[in-house]
T-cell receptor, first 112, second 112 residues
Framework: DQQVKQNSPSLSVQEGRISILNCDYTNSMFDYFLWYKKYPAEGPTFLISISSIKDKNEDGRFTVFLNKSAKHPSLHIVPSQPGDSAVYFCAASELAGYALNFGKGTSLLVTP | NAGVTQTPKFQVLKTGQSMTLQCAQDMNHNSMYWYRQDPGMGLRLIYYSASEGTTDKGEVPNGYNVSRLNKREFSLRLESAAPSQTSVYFC???????????FGSGTRLTVV
């Protein structure tokens, strides 16, 4: 059963606007959340992460929020750029776990 | 360039054939992983190796075997390929157990 869910397969945003990518999880033992970006024909690359002891982490245009009570991480990209067009994967892990659990991904298209 | 190297990049197999996907990392990471990516399914863990000398099954291990040859290398073997194993395979490594990964660029495998 999928423990990390990305319910929006795709998202289209205009250049300069905010992109909000959502994620949900079901496993209460998850304590670390990551976002990966993937371009076609390439491997996923790490983007940003957040520990469960925080509710926000920023890195330039990218901010990850964590709503623990709702079990809901989200990634905000401001402002969005055409080069941000890619598939974004949400992932989560347990401190005592053995590997990352990935969502199915959201394909973001940023249009000029 | 430092990172995770996967070979081959593309492969076509006939049903019943065997092959080994190779993965090597030069970051001195302890943990290594094999994932497969299928349309609409996200990234699913096949096998992982928490440290040299150990391997364990992930979410979808059936039809595969692995070998952690040394700290650098982690190979994935398909003993008798089936069309259901048509997928893109990613190898990854990490320094910290179940934390952020570095991915290879993938092997696109087609079984006919």
């Amino acid at each position: 059963d999928q423990q990390v869910k990305q319910n929006s397969p795709s998202l289209s945003v205009q250049e300069g606007r905010i992109s909000i990518l959502n994620c949900d999880y079901t496993n209460s033992m998850f304590d670390y959340f990551l976002w990966y970006k993937k371009y076609p024909a390439e491997g996923p690359t790490f983007l940003i992460s957040i520990s469960s002891i925080k509710d926000k982490n920023e890195d330039g245009r990218f901010t990850v929020f964590l709503n623990k009570s709702a079990k809901h991480p989200s990634l905000h990209i401001v402002p969005s750029q055409p080069g941000d067009s890619a598939v974004y994967f949400c992932a989560a892990s347990e401190l005592a776990g053995y590997a990352l659990n990935f969502g199915k991904g959201t394909s973001l298209l940023v249009t000029p | 360039n430092a990172g995770v190297t996967q070979t081959p990049k593309f492969q076509v197999l006939k049903t019943g054939q065997s092959m080994t996907l190779q993965c090597a990392q030069d970051m001195n990471h302890n943990s290594m992983y094999w994932y497969r990516q299928d349309p609409g399914m996200g990234l699913r863990l096949i096998y992982y190796s928490a440290s040299e000398g150990t391997t364990d099954k992930g979410e979808v291990p059936n039809g595969y075997n692995v070998s952690r040859l040394n700290k650098r290398e982690f190979s994935l073997r398909l003993e008798s390929a089936a069309p259901s194993q048509t997928s893109v395979y990613f190898c990854a490594s990490s320094e910290a157990y179940s934390r952020g990964y570095t991915f290879g660029s993938g092997t696109r495998l087609t079984v006919v």
